[in-house]
């Protein structure tokens, strides 16, 4: 079992910098891929990027390529997102999630495969 816990959300300024945290309790990571999804009020969850525990490879959405950087430490068992540049369009509750996956695919770009998720924090940007 995988409990995840986010935080780190608020309201930003657009152009401004967040960075969320996503902390993981129960059993090791090293064969999980880990990922941030978001979601928008009438919108689907997103995809918005991924990293491979074990190997730090890490995966963008075309939306945040550039200005979001998916990070994680080992020692804390911490999942990081660093939202530089935000745009009102970032707002949404934004989710870590884990699967037990050793190596990405496209596949991990939707929230179907994900075996565990965490209750999600809010982030809005103002224009």
């Known amino acids: 079992q995988v409990h995840l816990v986010e935080s780190g959300g608020g309201t930003v300024q657009a152009g401004g910098s967040l960075r969320l945290s996503c902390v993981s309790s129960g059993r090791s990571l090293n064969s999980y891929t880990m990922s941030w999804f978001r979601q928008s009020p009438g919108k689907e969850r997103e995809f918005a990027a991924s990293?491979?525990?074990?190997?730090?490879?890490?995966y963008y959405a075309e939306s945040v390529k550039g200005r979001f950087t998916i990070s994680r430490d080992k020692t804390k068992n911490t999942l990081y997102l660093q939202m530089n540049n935000v745009e009102p369009g970032d707002t949404a509750v934004y989710f870590c999630a884990a699967v037990l996956r050793y190596k990405f695919s496209t596949e991990l770009m939707t929230p179907g495969p994900y075996d565990y998720w965490g209750q999600g924090t809010q982030v809005t940007v103002s224009s």
């Open positions: 990293i491979t525990w074990q190997e730090d490879n890490t």
